[in-house]
């Protein structure tokens, strides 16, 4: 059956167990310079409406190591810039590649190219959800402190693809996420696509939300495709902005993520994500991994470790 990755939820908590556990396998066999090329001869096309510069080396170096190979596009200077229904793009890119990974704007872009697709199809990030990174951060807080099974996750400034992406994975997960953002910036939980509200919760202060949570995480207060309200963002964004006060309410042992790329002195201070419990680099080391694991997933399915 062909499956895509363009939310969150389109993985059952059994699937994630068992992709999180394929992605140690696949680490652990990298780390030690072990070849493994189940992907041979498979291609990756990668169409990205946005920059990158992780999700692009992530997913092409992932797919050189699998044995296969990847094809960048961006918008530019393919068809897809120039009015190309995207529906056509699916029904032509798919009869040539074997998967695609997509970075575009409206969650409805990817859902309608898949929708044409015969082949599985990967949310590189789009406004609303940026499954792939949610997958490298739950690795990375299992392997530096275990399950996140009724672990708290402290939301703190934008409700953007990435907090609506966590939001989901509470879910899924079971776990909570105590979210504080500026008013005007709430969650709206449709658009996050979630089932309920017994996941999350709100706060009006982010060192409410930030007190006995195992993890702490933020992202860029003005993310890709919002730059216009840029200056006004950095205005109501500025008590939003994680430093070590907050860390000192979370648990001891938190740890701290962002997705990156960071500004240092907005978001977070440099003091907090260059200190000790940031775990950043881990983190975005694991988008390989993870993805190197979702992509074996959607295309031969579960396997023996
Ligand atoms: N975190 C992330 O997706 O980074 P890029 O925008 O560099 O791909
Ligand atoms: N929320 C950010 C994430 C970048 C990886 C954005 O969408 O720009």
């Known amino acids: 059956m062909l499956r895509h990755f363009l939310q969150f939820k389109d993985l059952s908590r059994d699937e994630l167990l068992y992709l999180f556990e394929r992605t140690r396998v696949i680490k652990t066999r990298f780390k030690r ?8 001869d498979r291609t990756l096309a990668m169409i990205f409406e946005k920059s990158s510069t992780r999700t692009r080396l992530s997913f092409e ?3 050189h190591q699998l044995g296969g190979s990847a094809i960048y596009l961006n918008t530019r200077d393919t068809q897809l810039g120039r009015g190309e229904p995207v529906e056509d793009a699916g029904e032509v890119i798919s009869r040539m590649v074997d998967i695609v990974m997509i970075r575009t704007f409206e969650q409805d872009i990817i859902e309608r ?8 199809v990967i949310n590189g990030l789009t406004n609303e959800y940026h499954p792939c990174q949610i997958l490298a951060d739950i690795f990375t807080f299992i392997e530096q ?12 400034g934008d409700s953007n693809n990435m907090c609506n992406t966590w939001l989901q994975a509470a879910e899924v ?4 996420v105590h979210v504080s953002t500026p008013p005007g910036y709430e969650v709206e939980p449709e658009r996050a696509g979630l089932y309920g509200t017994d996941h999350f919760e709100s706060f009006a202060d982010p060192m409410d939300a930030c007190r006995g949570a195992d993890l702490v995480t933020t992202d ?7 730059e216009a309200e840029n200056d006004e963002r950095l205005k109501d964004f500025a008590d939003w902005q994680v430093d070590a006060e907050m860390m000192g309410v979370a648990k001891p042992d938190a740890v701290f993520m962002h997705c990156l ?8 201070t440099a003091e ?3 200190g000790p419990q940031s775990v950043v680099w881990d983190e975005a080391e694991n988008r390989l991994h993870v993805q190197k694991a979702l992509m074996e997933f959607l295309l031969l399915g579960k396997l023996e470790s």
């Open 145 to 156: 402190r275990g399950s996140m099974k009724g672990k708290t996750v402290a939301w703190i």
């Open 33 to 40: 310079y072990q070849p493994y090329h189940p992907l041979t």
């Open 261 to 268: 790329p960071a500004h240092r002195g907005e978001e977070v």
């Open 272 to 274: 907090v994500i260059d």
């Open 113 to 120: 190219f898949a929708a044409h697709s015969r082949v599985p």
């Open 220 to 226: 860029v207060w003005t993310s890709m495709g919002w």
């Open 61 to 63: 170096a992932g797919m």
């Open 173 to 176: 997960l079971d776990f909570n």
